[in-house]
């Protein structure tokens, strides 16, 4: 146990968050079984560390622990968390969970058999917390931690404290929240670079940010897809190979049948593998008001633009990485849909959005929402692209 604690003092102490993740403060701690979902390499490691770090300091109360420690090949979760809150401890981290065999089972146990103690863990995205087959679903609270917003990574930048805005407030005072911002900084300056490498932080690390990238992108197919999806190893090849179709082929609707026969599988393992790969935040699936899987999306993108780079050879489309940001960060807390012939998007299944590039001819439609590129400061229902970014 002293190794474990050695182990958190040291890690607690060497943690610097570069940005306070709002999460931190939406997150109701008061709960006993907590989970943190996220893509790989959204920081969920870093953000269980700052909320050790900012709770507690240095009270032993609180231990984190990685499940790849080879001491849980031969021992249980339960069994250490026992141990842990013999020792008086009120608050156990865990970290990759789903590296751990039973670990759905296991947690279900701690949380029956230790009253006091608190379990918060970090988990894929792929994980499904709240279906019918997990025995945590009734009790468990689970969040989503994403990777940096464009405000997020503006922040960061430039030392700003710059907060958030709802869709409602952005859409109907656009044009002041934009002049605050535009008093201190020039969003569009940063925008370029957060489509390129802003999403993911360890843009910050001193590493090559694509090669990074591409290792965090084979991660997610070979643990979170086939590890937790419980997929033969030699299926790998096959999923690879339909992201890298997928990313070619650009934000349209994918033609089954013939990916069916590129990747040698049947139309039905082809939908599936495209939901795994949605799942681990690696493309997003738009479809027409009304439908949704089983049935063919009528458009498959990157899940975020970052995404779209290092794939090689991508020809990759100004007006394709626009409509990735805007749907990617829409997500969060909005329903996407298709558009209609002059539409981008069908937001909440009443606002049309229409993406416009720079100096596009605009046939000014007042039901519409025209998120306009390269624009500073929009006017009505013309909005600044960027200032989407901001909805979280």
Request: with cysteine; hydrophobic share 40%.
């Amino acid at each position: 146990m002293e190794a474990f604690y050695r182990t958190h003092a040291y890690l607690v102490e060497h943690t610097h968050a570069p940005v306070r993740r709002d999460l931190m403060d939406e997150v109701d701690w008061s709960h006993r079984l907590i989970g943190i979902k996220g893509t790989r390499g959204v920081g969920k490691t870093t953000f269980l560390l700052q909320y050790a770090k900012e709770k507690f300091g240095a009270d032993r109360s609180c231990l984190y622990i990685n499940i790849n420690n080879f001491y849980f090949s031969g021992h249980s979760i339960v069994e250490f968390a026992d141990a842990f809150q013999r020792r008086g401890g009120r608050v156990l981290l865990i970290d990759q969970v789903f590296k751990h065999p039973d670990w759905n089972h296991e947690l279900r146990r701690c949380y029956d058999l230790f009253p006091q103690l608190k379990i918060v863990f970090t988990g894929s995205s792929v994980m499904r917390l709240l279906d019918e087959n997990s025995e945590i679903r009734d009790v468990v609270k689970s969040y989503n931690l994403r990777g940096f917003s464009f405000r997020e990574f503006l922040n960061l930048q430039t030392g700003m404290k710059f907060h958030a805005y709802t869709l409602d407030e952005i859409l109907s005072g656009h044009e002041q929240i934009a002049k605050g911002i535009l008093a201190k900084v020039r969003p569009l300056d940063y925008f370029p670079d957060y489509l390129h490498h802003g999403f993911y932080p360890f843009f910050l690390e001193k590493r090559n940010f694509s090669e990074n990238l591409l290792k965090t992108m084979n991660m997610m197919i070979e643990v979170d897809i086939l590890l937790i999806k419980q997929i033969e190893l030699k299926y790998l090849s096959k999923i690879k190979k339909l992201l890298y179709l997928l990313a070619v082929d650009g934000p349209k609707a994918p033609n089954v049948s013939q990916l069916a026969g590129d990747i040698q599988t049947s139309r039905a393992t082809v939908m599936n593998y495209i939901k795994y790969l949605a799942d681990a935040r690696l493309i997003n699936m738009v479809y027409p008001e009304g439908e949704e899987f089983p049935k063919k999306p009528a458009k498959i993108m990157m899940h975020n633009p970052n995404l779209m780079y290092p794939i090689y050879p991508v020809r990759i489309e100004e007006a394709d990485v626009l409509e990735t940001f805007l749907v990617n960060t829409l997500w969060k807390d909005h329903k996407v849909n298709k558009g209609g012939k002059a539409v981008s998007f069908m937001v909440d299944r009443q606002m049309p959005f229409k993406i416009c590039q720079e100096n596009a001819k605009i046939k000014n439609d007042p039901g519409t929402v025209y998120a306009m590129h390269k624009a500073e400061i929009g006017k009505g229902n013309q909005v600044p692209l960027w200032l989407f970014g901001f909805l979280y």
